[in-house]
């Protein structure tokens, strides 16, 4: 991956890319399986990109790979999501006693909302990084992945960025169609591939190889 910036037109130089993203995207309709499939799908093309090869994994049911990075993915959200998801409750519950407290508890709700957006936003490009080469551990290495996530913040922020960017690509399907949206989820994991396959080698470009367990 030469830039940030190609991981948006490599999926398209992929050979018969249009029919991998139609097939993966038939997938994703399955509920649950379906995500996993395609989070390993995302793994594959992390792989394939590792190894210089600017190709889209096949389509199909990376369930082994995916599996992790799904269980990582959950249970940062949950550990991320959970406190304003109380105070949102509890403010819910409060508002037709007192509106005021109500409404005081919900907006802190929101704003923590958005702080875990962000700050969810900037770790993922390291999960899937690290997922990628060490398995759920390696995920779940909170100490290593803030300390990766923070050693080049203007790094990290920028690749945090262009996944916001895919995340925005893959609602996008939503707008012009429903069924569309398994469409543009695919070919947003595919940018987010790219991103991740970026970050690394500009990581290890100005650091050297990872030695992390």
């Not at 996993?36 to 049911?61: C, H, K, S, Y």
């Not at 999501?81 to 005081?104: D, N, T």
Request: hydrophobic share 60%.
């Amino acid at each position: 991956m030469n830039s940030a910036g190609d991981a948006f037109a490599f999926p398209f130089r992929s050979p018969n890319w249009l029919g991998t993203v139609v097939l993966q995207a038939l997938i994703l309709i399955i509920p649950i399986i379906g995500q996993i499939a395609l989070l390993g799908w995302l793994m594959v093309t992390v792989d394939n990109l590792r190894a210089g090869r600017q190709e889209l994994a096949p389509a199909g049911f990376h369930l082994e790979r995916g599996i992790a990075l799904f269980g990582v993915e959950l249970i940062y959200g949950i550990g991320l999501f959970i406190i304003p998801g109380v105070i949102e409750g509890i403010g819910s519950a409060l508002i037709s006693r007192s509106a005021a407290v109500g409404a005081i508890l919900i907006t802190i709700a929101v704003l923590l909302y958005v702080v875990a957006s962000l700050l969810l936003a900037f770790l993922l490009p390291v999960l899937i990084l690290r997922t990628s080469e060490f398995g759920f551990g390696g995920g779940m290495d909170v100490g290593a992945v803030w300390q990766q996530a923070t050693a080049d913040v203007a790094q990290t922020v920028v690749a945090a960025l262009l996944v916001w960017v895919a995340g925005i690509i893959a609602g996008i399907g939503i707008v012009a169609c429903f069924v569309g949206v398994f469409l543009t989820s695919v070919y947003a994991h595919a940018v987010m591939a790219g991103v991740v396959s970026w970050y690394e080698r500009t990581r290890r470009l100005s650091t050297g190889p990872s030695t992390a367990v």
